[in-house]
């Protein structure tokens, strides 16, 4: 079984920052694509960042030059550093995984999400 945990999120003034983090657990073989995405209220979840397992990121272009997404493969964590917050950046953040399990099946797994609420 496969678990994933985020944690990190609150409430920030704007220009402030926050770090996410997110953990993956249980029986894997291997861990693929993982990433962010976040859903404000009344909207769809959309795609914050992610990061391939080699490395190569994709952001939204709402947060460009402002969330950096990073990955420690050792720990199976994914990382989302946002910088110069903004109101509009308030939402539940959701993190995934491309996870391959031990029995080999793969597919995502989804964390339950975390408030960033960017309010003064």
């Known amino acids: 079984q496969v678990q994933v945990v985020e944690s990190g999120g609150g409430l920030v003034q704007p220009g402030g920052s926050l770090r996410l983090s997110c953990a993956a657990s249980?029986?894997?073989?291997?861990?693929?694509?993982m990433g962010w995405y976040r859903q404000a209220p009344g909207k769809q979840r959309d795609l914050v960042a992610r990061i391939f397992s080699r490395g190569i990121t994709n952001y939204a272009d709402s947060v460009k030059g402002r969330f950096t997404i990073s990955r420690d493969n050792a720990k199976n964590t994914v990382y989302l550093q946002m910088n110069s917050l903004k109101p509009e950046d308030t939402a539940v953040y959701y993190c995934y995984a491309d996870i391959q399990t031990g029995t080999l099946a793969r597919r995502d797994y989804w964390g339950q999400g975390t408030q960033v609420t960017v309010s003064s």
């Open positions: 249980g029986s894997i073989f291997s861990i693929y694509t």
